[in-house]
């Protein structure tokens, strides 16, 4: 049995609606992070498992 696009369409919107709760379409949106909030994560993951090395703790080789 081929089914009609029309009755796709609704279907799919029917089974989108069960899975927001209710909620109106325009109030659900997915957030996706931009490239920016990626870059400050990885950069305060980075910090946190390789923290600066402070002046008197480099090691200084002797001649």
Do not use: F
């Amino acid at each position: 049995m081929a089914l009609k696009k029309s009755r796709l369409y609704s279907k799919l919107w029917q089974s989108c609606d069960e899975l927001r709760g209710g909620m109106d379409a325009r109030q659900y949106t997915p957030r996706t992070p931009d490239a920016g909030e990626i870059l400050g994560l990885w950069t305060r993951h980075a910090s946190a498992q390789h923290p600066p090395a402070a002046a008197n703790d480099r090691q200084v080789d002797e001649p």
